[in-house]
């Protein structure tokens, strides 16, 4: 649907006929992002350069009630920033950069569409480390990973995107400028509204130069791939592991064998372990340089297996031998393209309820799809979960979705752990939500939004 000649009149005059897009012209890329969904091309895309040019985008098209989806990176896996018919695209491919950095108050200051990759290569030039760690690393940016607050692979030691963001500067839907971009780590002073735009998914306003709180570079990574037999073993390895390196773990990732199955087939990696236990963990941690550091992590994890809650340890001995046991955690990129296409899933479980959750899934979806493969791996010890379900050729989708929900309802997890609702997982706000907190989420969109034109029908109907 295209837009009236005075609505694109007045675009022109605001940001320059070089930073419009309309019809043919509008990049395939921008037609989509990763959610898998059908391309669709908007009615226009604007790739504004300053946030003086988001604002006088957003003033008009709140003037003419058009509504307007946000893009970053597109990597996005919910259909957030993925448009639709008639809507708008703002793009912040163009603001991107990195403006300051503080060697003394370890911040950064960067625009909304720097590249995460490239917050973490100029924080290391400094010396110095960007918490948030995720695989798309290269592509997805950080606004992006604010509005969806990003986790990854770090959570356990540094958090998620939240935790790592000191302040912002944004757009409201009408044009309005806001910011607080002051780098102290106490403030106070009044309403938090920063910690509101993170995770808003672009839905109250558009994020356009974020202030990073940045941390001491890790000394050195001591890395292993472990064999053990369940999720409760697992559980117990974590809790063990905190103990004897107290503040130390980086990470605890999970692979249950039908991952590894995948990665063999699919992303030509040996297995790890000729047994193929049910679960493989890669652990991490972060520790000072040393012989003797290196020897403590060595003895914690031997001591694991003595007891029996290790079946079998690789221990890297080099960084080119830590990278390669990062590629099996990372390879989900490389055998999905190779994989028949599957329905994927972003969820939460609480650790108590870890074991019964992964039996549940499985269990319920081996009943609701028979000879369907179900492929599991997540982000343990922060109780998040992805997994992805291939049924046999021929067969559909049809109520996997809702099986795989209401088992995280029963559980009492959560429907998205890290990669936001967006338009996929609308439907099943619900089962994380009680009506009092959507009448919440309700009430604050109209306060911010009354037009409702930002990312429409994202999160919200």
């Given at each position: 649907?295209?837009?009236?000649?005075?609505?694109?009149?007045?675009?022109?005059?605001?940001?320059?006929?070089?930073?419009?897009?309309?019809?043919?012209?509008?990049?395939?890329?921008?037609?989509?992002?990763?959610?898998?969904?059908?391309?669709?091309?908007?009615?226009?895309?604007?790739?504004?350069?300053?946030?003086?040019?988001?604002?006088?985008?957003?003033?008009?098209?709140?003037?003419?009630?058009?509504?307007?989806?946000?893009?970053?990176?597109?990597?996005?896996?919910?259909?957030?920033?993925?448009?639709?018919?008639?809507?708008?695209?703002?793009?912040?491919?163009?603001?991107?950069?990195?403006?300051?950095?503080?060697?003394?108050?370890?911040?950064?200051?960067?625009?909304?569409?720097?590249?995460?990759?490239?917050?973490?290569?100029?924080?290391?030039?400094?010396?110095?480390?960007?918490?948030?760690?995720?695989?798309?690393?290269?592509?997805?940016?950080?606004?992006?990973?604010?509005?969806?607050?990003?986790?990854?692979?770090?959570?356990?030691?540094?958090?998620?995107?939240?935790?790592?963001?000191?302040?912002?500067?944004?757009?409201?839907?009408?044009?309005?400028?806001?910011?607080?971009?002051?780098?102290?780590?106490?403030?106070?002073?009044?309403?938090?509204?920063?910690?509101?735009?993170?995770?808003?998914?672009?839905?109250?306003?558009?994020?356009?130069?974020?202030?990073?709180?940045?941390?001491?570079?890790?000394?050195?990574?001591?890395?292993?791939?472990?064999?053990?037999?369940?999720?409760?073993?697992?559980?117990?390895?974590?809790?063990?592991?905190?103990?004897?390196?107290?503040?130390?773990?980086?990470?605890?990732?999970?692979?249950?064998?039908?991952?590894?199955?995948?990665?063999?087939?699919?992303?030509?990696?040996?297995?790890?372990?000729?047994?193929?236990?049910?679960?493989?963990?890669?652990?991490?941690?972060?520790?000072?340089?040393?012989?003797?550091?290196?020897?403590?992590?060595?003895?914690?994890?031997?001591?694991?297996?003595?007891?029996?809650?290790?079946?079998?340890?690789?221990?890297?001995?080099?960084?080119?031998?830590?990278?390669?046991?990062?590629?099996?955690?990372?390879?989900?990129?490389?055998?999905?393209?190779?994989?028949?296409?599957?329905?994927?899933?972003?969820?939460?479980?609480?650790?108590?309820?870890?074991?019964?959750?992964?039996?549940?899934?499985?269990?319920?979806?081996?009943?609701?799809?028979?000879g369907a493969s179900l492929i599991m791996f997540g982000h343990l010890a922060d109780s998040n979960l992805h997994l992805s379900i291939h049924p046999p050729e021929g067969t559909g989708f049809d109520g996997l979705a809702e099986v795989v929900y209401r088992t995280v309802r029963d559980v009492e997890g959560s429907i998205s752990a890290e990669h936001g609702v967006g338009v996929l997982k609308r439907p099943y706000l619900g089962y994380s939500r009680s009506d009092s907190e959507l009448a919440l989420m309700r009430t604050l969109k109209d306060a911010l939004d009354p037009a409702g034109i930002l990312n429409r029908?994202?999160?919200?109907?």
């Amino acid at each position: 649907m295209s837009q009236p000649q005075e609505v694109l009149a007045a675009l022109r005059t605001a940001l320059g006929d070089d930073q419009i897009r309309v019809g043919d012209a509008v990049p395939v890329r921008n037609r989509a992002d990763s959610a898998g969904l059908p391309p669709c091309a908007p009615a226009a895309l604007l790739l504004p350069r300053s946030t003086a040019e988001v604002s006088a985008a957003l003033a008009i098209c709140h003037r003419f009630s058009l509504p307007v989806v946000v893009q970053g990176g597109l990597t996005g896996l919910a259909g957030g920033a993925h448009p639709v018919e008639g809507e708008i695209a703002l793009s912040l491919e163009r603001m991107n950069g990195i403006e300051e950095l503080d060697p003394v108050g370890r911040t950064m200051t960067a625009l909304a569409g720097t590249p995460l990759e490239a917050i973490q290569q100029r924080a290391a030039e400094a010396g110095l480390l960007y918490g948030v760690d995720l695989g798309a690393r290269g592509s997805c940016t950080i606004g992006g990973n604010v509005a969806t607050n990003a986790g990854g692979v770090q959570v356990l030691r540094y958090g998620m995107t939240r935790r790592n963001v000191l302040g912002l500067e944004a757009v409201l839907p009408d044009g309005r400028i806001v910011s607080s971009l002051v780098k102290v780590i106490k403030n106070n002073a009044g309403y938090d509204w920063t910690q509101l735009l993170i995770g808003s998914e672009g839905t109250l306003g558009v994020v356009t130069r974020v202030l990073l709180a940045l941390q001491p570079a890790v000394p050195s990574h001591h890395t292993a791939l472990c064999s053990v037999a369940g999720v409760a073993e697992a559980l117990q390895v974590l809790d063990r592991l905190e103990a004897k390196l107290p503040g130390g773990l980086l990470a605890f990732e999970a692979m249950w064998r039908d991952y590894l199955a995948a990665t063999a087939a699919h992303a030509a990696l040996p297995p790890p372990f000729t047994s193929g236990p049910a679960l493989t963990l890669l652990v991490e941690a972060a520790l000072p340089a040393g012989e003797a550091y290196a020897d403590l992590f060595l003895e914690a994890l031997s001591a694991l297996v003595e007891e029996g809650l290790l079946e079998d340890v690789l221990v890297a001995q080099s960084s080119r031998e830590r990278a390669r046991f990062w590629t099996y955690r990372e390879a989900s990129s490389e055998f999905y393209r190779h994989l028949p296409t599957g329905l994927h899933f972003d969820i939460s479980v609480p650790l108590a309820a870890m074991a019964q959750g992964a039996d549940l899934l499985h269990a319920r979806i081996a009943q609701a799809s028979p000879g369907a493969s179900l492929i599991m791996f997540g982000h343990l010890a922060d109780s998040n979960l992805h997994l992805s379900i291939h049924p046999p050729e021929g067969t559909g989708f049809d109520g996997l979705a809702e099986v795989v929900y209401r088992t995280v309802r029963d559980v009492e997890g959560s429907i998205s752990a890290e990669h936001g609702v967006g338009v996929l997982k609308r439907p099943y706000l619900g089962y994380s939500r009680s009506d009092s907190e959507l009448a919440l989420m309700r009430t604050l969109k109209d306060a911010l939004d009354p037009a409702g034109i930002l990312n429409r029908g994202r999160i919200l109907a």
